[in-house]
């Protein structure tokens, strides 16, 4: 069974800070995505990495697909309000289902 | 954003009773799912689907049936609602590489 971790569980950082939240797995996945959910919504795709060692930017957010494609980091820089979420991710290997990490819930004080 | 919606948005009944959530796409994907989402428990697959009246089980699907007639909708039945079927159900779609899931805004549901 494919499992994904996430960690940290919680993160709770003032306005300005930097932060990186991790997903960790033993097994290998094709491609890794990185969802941010927000009370009362579905979860929104933020990124899709494919290629070990890839890393990818939006705007202040960095990601990064591990080179064995077991794991995958997310960067935040100089953290806002705005990025208060539950940031979850999930791996997708061709013809099987997503598995989807338990979440790390950032909360970004003004 | 990928075209997915779903209906009802927020629904309550009862124990006993059937209830149909229903899921609709406008981007022609081949893979539909459904989720239901519960704290401390993240997102838990309760039934895909590959294709029109291609399904399969998930992890958590028991007390549920679904059913693709169409590309475009993707149906979940809850035969007869507990209470411990009240949770916030997702739908979401991927293209045939699986590469990518996109979600629908959910549909909160209240067993009584």
């Known amino acids: 069974t494919q499992l994904l971790e996430q960690s940290p569980q919680f993160l709770s950082i003032q306005e300005g800070e930097n932060l990186t939240v991790y997903c960790n797995s033993s097994s290998v996945f094709s491609s890794l995505q990185w969802y941010r959910q927000e009370p009362g919504e579905g979860p929104v795709l933020l990124v899709t990495v494919v290629t070990g060692g890839e890393v990818k930017k939006l705007k202040r957010l960095t990601f990064q697909f591990g080179d064995a494609r077991k794991d995958s980091s997310l960067h935040i820089t100089a953290a806002q309000p705005g990025d208060t979420g539950l940031y979850l991710c999930a791996g997708a290997n061709y013809g099987q289902n997503f598995v989807f990490g338990p979440g790390t819930r950032l909360s970004v004080l003004p | 954003d990928a075209g997915i919606t779903q209906s009802p948005r927020h629904k309550v009944t009862e124990t006993g009773t059937p209830v149909t959530l229903r899921c609709h796409q406008t981007e022609n994907h081949r893979y539909m799912y459904w989720y239901r989402q519960d704290p401390g428990h993240g997102l838990r697959l309760i039934h895909y689907?590959?294709?029109?009246?291609?399904?399969d089980k998930g992890e958590v699907s028991d007390g549920y049936s679904v059913s693709r007639s169409k590309t475009e909708d993707f149906l979940l039945t809850l035969e007869s609602a507990t209470s411990s079927q009240t949770s916030v159900y997702f739908c979401a779609i991927a293209g045939s590489y699986q590469e990518t899931q996109y979600f629908g805004p959910g549909t909160r549901l209240l067993v009584l």
């Open positions: 689907s590959y294709g029109v009246k291609d399904t």
